[in-house]
C-alpha cells in the first residue's frame, strides 16, 4: 500500500511538472494576446473620430486678469474620449478567436469580423465563449492596470504602441520577439 501512495505521489508531481509551463505559457499568450488586441482597438476607435472634432480642455474659472485657461483639443485623443473607449472597448474581445501556431504551440488572437466586412480567414481558428471571456477579463485587467500608460501613450500619438506598452511596460509580450506585428 505504501510503494503505490509513493508511485501516485510520484506521478502526481510529473503531472504537474509537465502542465505548469503549458499553463502559464497560455496565461502569458492570453495577456500578450489582450494587450495587442487592446491596442488594436483603440488605435481603430481613434481612427474613426472626425479628426476637426474638438474638446475644451482647461479650467473653467475666469483668471484675476478676466481671461481663462481654456484650450480646444482634438477630441480622438483627449483623456475624456480615451477614458471613455477604456470602459468599452473590451466588449470588442467577441470579435476575436484563438489561433494556435502548430510549430510553436503558443496562442494568438486574431479577428473573426473584420471592421470593414472584408472576408476573414478563419482556417484553424477556435471561435468559443471561453475564449472570449478569457481574453474579455484579460483586456479588463489590463485596461484597468495600465489606464494611466493607455491614456499616455494614445494622447501623445506615440509610435509602435503595441511594443512599447504590452513589451517594453509591462512585460506582457517578453516573447513577442517572434509574434509578427500584423498577427492581430
Known amino acids: 500500500m ?17 502542465l505548469s509551463p503549458a499553463r502559464g505559457r497560455r496565461s502569458q499568450d492570453l495577456h500578450c ?15 474613426q473620430v472626425d ?14 486678469d478676466g481671461s481663462q ?9 483627449s483623456e475624456a474620449h480615451l477614458t471613455e473607449l477604456l470602459e468599452r472597448v473590451c466588449e470588442k474581445m467577441k470579435e476575436y478567436g484563438e489561433k494556435t501556431d502548430p510549430v510553436t504551440q503558443r496562442k494568438a488572437y486574431v479577428r473573426i469580423l473584420s471592421h470593414d466586412g472584408t472576408k476573414m480567414d478563419l482556417s484553424e481558428v477556435k471561435i468559443d465563449g471561453d475564449v472570449v471571456s478569457s481574453l474579455k477579463f484579460a483586456c479588463e485587467s489590463i485596461a484597468e492596470e495600465y489606464e494611466d500608460e493607455l491614456i499616455e501613450f494614445f ?8 511594443d512599447r506598452l504590452c513589451s517594453k511596460r509591462t512585460d506582457l509580450c517578453d516573447h513577442a520577439l517572434h509574434v509578427p506585428h500584423d498577427e492581430l
Open 51 to 64: 479628426p476637426k472634432k474638438t474638446i475644451q480642455m482647461g479650467s473653467f474659472r475666469i483668471n484675476p
Open 33 to 47: 494576446g489582450a494587450c495587442r488586441a487592446l491596442v488594436d482597438e483603440l488605435e481603430w476607435e481613434i481612427a
Open 69 to 77: 485657461s481654456v484650450v480646444e483639443v482634438p477630441y480622438a485623443r
Open 155 to 162: 494622447s501623445h500619438e506615440a509610435e509602435n504602441v503595441k
Open 2 to 18: 505504501g510503494s503505490w501512495a509513493s508511485c501516485a505521489l510520484g506521478l502526481v508531481v510529473v503531472l504537474v511538472a509537465v
